[in-house]
């Protein structure tokens, strides 16, 4: 199993704690936002005697409720179409084991998640990149790529929209172009869409589900976690209309037994969550992508696209080597007695050497801080003494 890139950096941020210095952390994602309130009231509400199983798919009556707030954004899901999953992430170790056998394969843009690697591992599939480029913004690589890359093996395009780690929102065109690749090679469609309600400047964010001809082949992967900031519920749903894959899936389910009891209610609660929440958590967003985006543009030798989707933005940096700034970052260097702490890109990455001047930036800080994080950036790369570019 390879290592978080996200984490592996942490013994040196502990040791930097430990002496005093405090630690901004653009490393991870975990939201600032608070959870909506009756969330957290119905879980304080709960009459219950014992703490039992929930059925293997979820409760009914979420599922249902599930079903609707789909509805609500245009797509016709049913509750059968729906499994309610200990987060997203064994949403999508359910999703890999249901459509492969080992030694299977699945395209993924590169730079991504880099938790598909471990899910991929875990499933026998091995996971084949295709590179998005920074210089594109991350844009969906041309079907020519793609097509290089299909074999006997592939069972799969996977995708994230919009995207962790880059942020990139997929145009409604280029979701076309991957169902046509789709439908032509018979492959399934994954679209990790955890952070579909993040989509700034007033664009929108199309879902696999609503492309028609893709009924039998597209598969959602989904979560509490982002949307209502409830990471800790660990709650999450794998979405088909492919009703065998949704039986094999299902048997996945049955052997872990169930999803958490005590989250689902809190999870179907944030369902009844209103449109001025989200408006006004985009709205920070927003403001703190701006913040980041600018500021970092400012910087000389920074190249930093400006992402429509989710809370994350991918730099490159004036440095031969990401990682080794970021551990120097943690280890030599503080202003003011203060540091960051970022997350080196390479590990979001498949093909070996791509990435290793790039960063990851999470804005999930308050926009002081990260304002001051910016200016210890900045600060950081006119002293940093080892293999500038
Ligand atoms: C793109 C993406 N997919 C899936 C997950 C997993 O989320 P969870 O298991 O908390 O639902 C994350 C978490 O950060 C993520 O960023």
Redesign the pocket.
């Known amino acids: 199993m390879p290592e978080s890139p996200i984490r592996k950096l942490a013994p040196f941020a502990e040791a930097a704690k430990f002496q005093g210095k405090t630690v901004y952390h653009l490393n991870i994602?975990q939201p600032d936002i608070q959870t909506p309130p009756q969330a957290i009231e119905a879980v304080r509400k709960a009459d219950l005697d014992i703490l039992a199983y929930s059925p293997s798919d979820g409760f009914p009556s979420y599922k249902k409720a599930l079903a609707e707030y789909y509805g609500q954004h245009g797509l016709d899901i049913q509750a059968d179409d729906l499994l309610v999953t200990?987060?997203?992430?064994?949403?999508?170790l359910f999703t890999l084991n249901s459509i492969s056998d080992p030694g299977d394969e699945i395209i993924v843009p590169e730079p991504f998640?880099a938790?598909y690697n471990g899910f991929g591992i875990s499933a026998g599939v091995n996971v084949v990149p295709v590179t998005a480029r920074i210089e594109d913004d991350f844009s969906l690589p041309p079907t020519a790529e793609f097509e290089k890359l299909i074999g006997p093996n592939t069972r799969a395009i996977m995708i994230?929209n919009p995207?962790?780690p880059t942020g990139y929102l997929y145009t409604q065109e280029e979701l076309e172009q991957l169902r046509s690749i789709c439908l032509e090679h018979d492959l399934f469609l994954i679209a990790?869409e955890?952070?579909r309600e993040f989509a700034y400047d007033g664009a929108v964010h199309h879902s696999i589900l609503s492309l028609e001809g893709l009924e039998e082949h597209a598969i959602v992967?989904d979560?509490?976690?982002?949307r209502y900031s409830m990471?800790g519920a660990?709650?999450?749903c794998m979405i088909s209309r492919n009703n065998a894959l949704m039986a094999t899936a299902l048997k996945y389910a049955q052997a872990r037994l169930s999803p958490p009891t005590m989250a689902q209610i809190a999870a179907e609660a944030a369902l009844k969550t209103d449109a001025a929440y989200y408006r006004s958590v985009r709205e920070e967003y927003r403001q703190r992508r701006d913040l980041l985006v600018d500021g970092m543009q400012s910087i000389d030798g920074v190249l930093c696209p400006r992402p429509k989707g989710a809370f994350y933005a991918v730099a490159q940096l004036p440095v031969d080597n990401a990682e080794r700034f970021a551990q120097w970052l943690l280890s030599a260097f503080s202003h003011e007695g203060k540091t960051i702490m970022i997350a080196p890109a390479e590990g979001f990455y498949a093909t070996p050497g791509m990435g290793l001047n790039q960063v990851r930036l999470a804005y999930v800080l308050e926009k002081p801080k990260l304002e001051e994080s910016v200016a210890i950036l900045k600060k950081a790369l006119g002293e940093y003494p080892g293999g500038l570019l």
């Open positions: 994602g200990t987060g997203g992430s064994e949403a999508i998640y938790n994230c995207g962790n990790d955890v952070y992967i979560s509490v976690s982002k990471c660990r709650i999450g």
